[in-house]
Structures are given as structure tokens and as C-alpha cells.
């Protein structure tokens, strides 16, 4: 299992650009990273996923090194409704059975 | 995307009742759904995997008499908690692997509190 180590808590103002880093040193080879953000009282939302280099969609991007020991989510222009918990996981893409082990996630305050 | 439904979203029951759960995969076949439960300001722990047909495979630390998971369809899968008690509080959550790229897809949580 890949550990993933993120900061606790980070602070922003809203239109700023935030990253947040995640640390995976122990990445498998088959492993992908994805990242989830959780409001108070609902379950885990899909943010992004990715494998290598840089993905992007409607809400973030996903910046991955070559070696693939760490990865950064980054938010760009939060706005308030963006303060969440927000969680980094590795985990085999393609393998149904994998359970995914969370870690202590980071909390976004994002400020007026 | 997918979606998972979790039901109920909330529930208070006395001590010593079972209060059971429900998750859904709404649009997809899940073969596989995962059971967390979540303190507050804490993450979320795992409790079993569930797999459609077969007996769920618990944590270490999880009572698999107390947490009943049952994976009858696969689309459904089931968690009562039995004979609960106020430690029993806490936020379930459910989710589901399936879809586009098997992705996971959580519920919207189910809320309990055993007075």
C-alpha cells in the first residue's frame, strides 16, 4: 500500500491559486493518483485522477514528476465554496478489488 | 459520472436497536463497494469490502457480527449496524468501483447517532 503524505491544513484567500503536494514515494508502477474533496457530513467527490505528467479538467489540474513521488492538485482561483477537506490516494487504476486507504487528508480554508 | 446512492441520509434510534443502510450504484455494475465510517475532523476509516456474492472481508479492529454487510445484487449492498450503542455514532459511508475507468464513487453518507 503507498503511503501518502499531504499537509494538514492550508489557508488561502479567494481568487488566489492554490497547490496542494502530495508525497507517494512508494508508488507502484500500476498505481494512479486521485484526488477527492469531502464537505462536512457528505462522502468524497471525484476531483482528478492521473497517471503521469499533467492532467486537467473543468475544476483542476494535476501535475505528476516523472518520477511520480509526489503529485500537486492545484485549485486555481478558489472561491469559498472551495474550502473542503481534500484527500490524495494511489491505488491500482484497474483493479476492482483494491481498497482504498485514506490518509489524513488537508483542510483548505479559503477566506474572504 | 456514476452515481451512488446512499439511504438513510440520516437516522436516530434508541440503544440496543439495528439500524440498516443502504448503497446503490445507480448507472453501473459495482462487483466490489467499501464500507468507511468518519469522526468528526477525522478521515475516513475503512471498514470491510464487500464483494457481490460473497462474505465481506472486515478490518483488523472490526466487528464483522456487529457491521452485517451484505452484497445481495450488484448494485446493492447492505451494512446494519446490530445492537447499537452511542459509541456506534458516526458517519458511514459507502462507495462503489465501477464505471468509466473504474473509477470509485462515494454516497452522500448516512449520518447516525444512537441515543
Known amino acids: 500500500l503507498a503511503k501518502t503524505t499531504q499537509p494538514i491544513s492550508m489557508d488561502s484567500y479567494e481568487g488566489q491559486e492554490v497547490n496542494i503536494t502530495c508525497s507517494h514515494n512508494n508508488i507502484a508502477t500500476n498505481d494512479y493518483i486521485t484526488w477527492y474533496q469531502q464537505f462536512p457530513s457528505q462522502g468524497p467527490r471525484f476531483i482528478i485522477q492521473g497517471y503521469k505528467t499533467k492532467v486537467t479538467n473543468e475544476v483542476a489540474s494535476l501535475f505528476i514528476p516523472a518520477d511520480r513521488k509526489s503529485s500537486t492538485l492545484s485549485l486555481p482561483r478558489v472561491s469559498l465554496s472551495d474550502t473542503a477537506v481534500y484527500y490524495c490516494l494511489v491505488a491500482p487504476g484497474m483493479d476492482s478489488s483494491y481498497k482504498l486507504i485514506f490518509g489524513s487528508g488537508t483542510r483548505l480554508l479559503v477566506r474572504p | 459520472g456514476a452515481v451512488v446512492s446512499q439511504h438513510p441520509s440520516w437516522v436516530i434510534c434508541k440503544s440496543g436497536t439495528s439500524v440498516k443502510i443502504e448503497c446503490r450504484s445507480l448507472d453501473f455494475q459495482a462487483t466490489t463497494m467499501f464500507w468507511y465510517r468518519q469522526f468528526p475532523k477525522q478521515s475516513l476509516m475503512l471498514m470491510a469490502t464487500?464483494?457481490?456474492?460473497?462474505?465481506?472481508?472486515?478490518e483488523q479492529g472490526v466487528e464483522k457480527d456487529k457491521f452485517l454487510i451484505n452484497h445481495a445484487s450488484l448494485t446493492l449492498s447492505t451494512l446494519t449496524v446490530t445492537s447499537a450503542h452511542p459509541e456506534d455514532s458516526s458517519f458511514y459511508i459507502c462507495?462503489?468501483?465501477?464505471?468509466?475507468?473504474?473509477?470509485?464513487?462515494f454516497g452522500s453518507g448516512t449520518q447516525l447517532s444512537v441515543l
Open positions: 462507495s462503489a468501483r465501477g464505471g468509466e475507468a473504474e473509477k470509485l464513487f
Open positions: 464487500s464483494n457481490e456474492g460473497s462474505k465481506a472481508t472486515y
